[in-house]
């Protein structure tokens, strides 16, 4: 997968998205969970995004 599921990446939004899973015919735009880091350092969310439906919004690089 060209960002495995549990990956974190950067929107072209500045927002964090934690992968989801994948879009099979759309590879690089996988459904994404919008993230943030708490004061545990857990990252938590409940917005999802479906890339592949979200043409605005894009992933620009990942995070280690």
Do not use: F
């Not at 993230?35 to 917005?47: R, T």
């Amino acid at each position: 997968a060209t960002y495995p599921t549990g990956a974190l990446v950067l929107l072209n939004n500045e927002k964090t998205g934690m992968v989801l899973r994948q879009n099979a015919d759309a590879p690089t735009r996988p459904y994404v969970r919008i993230a943030e880091q708490n004061s545990k350092g857990e990252w938590i969310g409940k917005e999802e995004i479906n890339l592949a439906e979200e043409l605005a919004i894009y992933i620009v690089d990942t995070i280690e």
